[in-house]
């Protein structure tokens, strides 16, 4: 039977957010299971300076510095290029092999290195992904370069071999001291394989940038539900009231709460219809807020959202929507509104454009109509982040099973929790099945 709590805050924020778009498909760090094999480049144009120190000696700093951070948890190796014979391509060697507790033996192993050869990029990459075993393991590269490939490889071919064949690897490339168009010429390692390409021309600008890539996530903060609605009875609870009631288009049976499509729109883009709110606000505090579901998304801009509903230009939702104007993309997003004006971040889950064409939308629909997933808004401090939560599958081979959004900044957060479904353009069938609808306190 659905609990309740009495939760209480003020409103009032400041904003900006965009109506449905392309948006760049999602990338992170390395998860804290995953081996990563580090690759210096230790070439003959290392021995140049950048503010008075070669760019080998602050490599070498830096990264010591970074590796000796790591939890001895995490698989760390190190494998290096240009070290040992100037001239020679073959000059590729493993220092340390990638094993847990291997950290310091790794900073150490970074400090001896003198810049001496050519860069092998293509051929250090491919022995690093065999090293980490990326056929049949997840494995992370990254690259810190000076230079761009000097021994006839092909990087971006390679990169894409890798993509192809492994299990899930990436690559990430820090160009150190590169021009724009070297940069370019090794940035297909990273594209190509899903990882980031970061450029650094300074000592801070490398560490900061060799932390992104390697950054270890914080612990999940724990959380403790302080409302829960599982939606057993045969109409909505008196917790709840609906915002341009259609009655006809909704219905709670059979443990759900069943949403299809009426008139289209969307919270902060169209004027939707059914927006099932709380009478009470949202807690104090930091807190995640989240709507369990299956959905059938037949309509090429159906849409599932969830978050604080005050009206049209008061709100912050999480929504993660279909957009099948142009390409068939699946698109988690949160959006903040405050007095009309708008604000947003927003990643591509899925898409079914090419080339290649990685995702197959149409067992991607009917896994979300199968399996489904738990969308949720989630309160840092004053940011806010949209998140979903797969239900035991991903998109793809490659698809984490968790995808968050980047934050949006709200001073004061406006309206009260509510979900909303249904076609934010057409009036396509779209039926949205909540399973469970959730408030939770985290510390």
Same mark, same amino acid.
């Given at each position: 039977?659905?609990?309740?709590?009495h939760?209480?805050i +003020?409103?009032?924020?400041?904003?900006?957010?965009?109506? /449905?778009m392309a948006?760049? =498909?999602?990338t %992170?760090?390395?998860? /804290?299971?995953e081996?990563?094999?580090?690759?210096?480049? $230790?070439s003959?144009?290392?021995?140049?300076k950048i503010?008075?120190q070669?760019?080998?000696?602050?490599?070498k700093?830096?990264?010591?510095?970074v590796i !000796?951070?790591?939890?001895?948890?995490?698989?760390i190796?190190?494998?290096?290029?240009?070290?040992?014979? *100037?001239g020679?391509?073959?000059?590729?060697?493993?220092l340390?092999?990638?094993?847990?507790g291997a950290?310091g %033996? !790794?900073?150490?192993?970074?400090?001896?290195?003198?810049?001496?050869?050519?860069?092998?990029l293509?051929?250090?990459v491919?022995?690093?992904a065999?090293?980490?075993?990326?056929?049949?393991?997840?494995?992370?590269?990254?690259?810190?370069t000076?230079?761009?490939?000097?021994?006839?490889?092909? *990087?971006?071919?390679?990169?894409?071999?890798?993509? !192809?064949?492994?299990?899930?690897f +990436?690559?990430?490339?820090? &160009?150190?001291?590169?021009?724009?168009?070297?940069? !370019?010429?090794?940035s297909?390692? %990273?594209?190509?394989?899903?990882?980031?390409?970061?450029?650094?021309n300074?000592?801070?600008?490398l560490?900061? $940038?060799?932390?992104?890539?390697?950054?270890?996530?914080e /612990?999940?903060?724990q959380a403790?539900a302080?409302?829960?609605?599982?939606f057993?009875g045969?109409?909505?609870?008196d917790?709840?009231?609906?915002?341009n009631?259609? %009655?006809?288009?909704?219905?709670?049976?059979?443990g759900?709460?069943?949403?299809? @499509?009426?008139?289209?729109?969307?919270p902060g883009?169209?004027? =939707?219809n059914?927006i099932?709110?709380?009478?009470?606000?949202?807690?104090?505090g930091?807190?995640?807020?989240?709507?369990?579901? @299956?959905a059938e998304f037949?309509?090429?801009?159906?849409?599932?959202s969830?978050?604080l509903?005050?009206?049209a230009?008061?709100?912050?939702?999480?929504?993660?929507?279909r957009?099948?104007t142009?390409?068939?993309?699946l698109?988690?997003?949160?959006?903040?509104?405050?007095?009309?004006?708008?604000a947003s971040?927003?990643v591509?889950?899925?898409?079914?454009s090419?080339c /290649?064409?990685?995702?197959?939308?149409?067992?991607?629909?009917?896994?979300?109509?199968?399996?489904? &997933?738990?969308?949720?808004?989630?309160?840092?401090?004053?940011?806010?982040?949209?998140?979903?939560?797969?239900?035991g599958? @991903?998109?793809?081979?490659?698809s *984490?099973q968790t995808?968050v959004?980047?934050?949006v900044?709200?001073l004061?957060?406006p &309206?009260? =929790?509510?979900?909303?479904? &249904?076609?934010?353009r057409?009036?396509? +069938?779209?039926?949205?099945?909540?399973?469970?609808?959730?408030?939770s306190a985290?510390?």
């Amino acid at each position: 039977m659905p609990q309740t709590s009495h939760f209480r805050i +003020t409103a009032l924020f400041a904003a900006m957010v965009a109506a /449905p778009m392309a948006i760049a =498909p999602y990338t %992170a760090a390395a998860g /804290p299971d995953e081996a990563i094999m580090m690759v210096i480049d $230790a070439s003959g144009s290392m021995r140049g300076k950048i503010n008075g120190q070669t760019k080998m000696s602050i490599a070498k700093s830096r990264v010591a510095e970074v590796i !000796a951070g790591l939890s001895q948890d995490r698989a760390i190796g190190v494998m290096a290029y240009g070290h040992r014979r *100037p001239g020679d391509c073959n000059d590729v060697q493993m220092l340390v092999q990638p094993e847990k507790g291997a950290a310091g %033996a !790794a900073a150490d192993a970074v400090q001896r290195l003198q810049p001496r050869g050519k860069t092998p990029l293509a051929a250090s990459v491919q022995r690093a992904a065999d090293a980490l075993r990326y056929r049949s393991t997840a494995a992370t590269v990254v690259v810190v370069t000076d230079g761009i490939e000097s021994c006839g490889g092909d *990087p971006c071919a390679l990169a894409g071999a890798l993509e !192809a064949n492994g299990t899930s690897f +990436t690559a990430h490339v820090i &160009g150190f001291g590169l021009s724009q168009s070297d940069g !370019a010429a090794v940035s297909c390692l %990273a594209k190509n394989t899903g990882g980031v390409y970061i450029s650094s021309n300074d000592a801070e600008s490398l560490k900061a $940038a060799l932390q992104q890539v390697v950054a270890q996530p914080e /612990p999940e903060p724990q959380a403790t539900a302080i409302f829960t609605d599982d939606f057993d009875g045969g109409a909505l609870s008196d917790n709840w009231e609906v915002v341009n009631e259609d %009655a006809e288009v909704y219905i709670v049976e059979d443990g759900v709460l069943l949403a299809s @499509t009426g008139a289209p729109g969307m919270p902060g883009y169209k004027k =939707p219809n059914n927006i099932f709110r709380l009478k009470d606000k949202a807690p104090r505090g930091d807190f995640d807020l989240s709507v369990a579901f @299956t959905a059938e998304f037949q309509a090429n801009t159906a849409f599932v959202s969830v978050g604080l509903f005050e009206d049209a230009k008061n709100l912050v939702m999480a929504e993660l929507y279909r957009s099948g104007t142009s390409n068939d993309d699946l698109v988690l997003r949160v959006t903040k509104i405050i007095k009309g004006k708008k604000a947003s971040q927003q990643v591509r889950v899925a898409t079914g454009s090419c080339c /290649p064409r990685s995702f197959d939308m149409k067992e991607v629909m009917k896994k979300i109509e199968t399996r489904g &997933g738990r969308l949720t808004i989630q309160k840092r401090g004053r940011k806010y982040a949209a998140r979903v939560d797969w239900n035991g599958w @991903t998109p793809n081979d490659k698809s *984490p099973q968790t995808v968050v959004t980047d934050e949006v900044v709200v001073l004061r957060a406006p &309206g009260r =929790p509510a979900f909303n479904a &249904g076609s934010w353009r057409d009036t396509s +069938t779209t039926i949205v099945y909540a399973d469970r609808f959730e408030i939770s306190a985290v510390e």
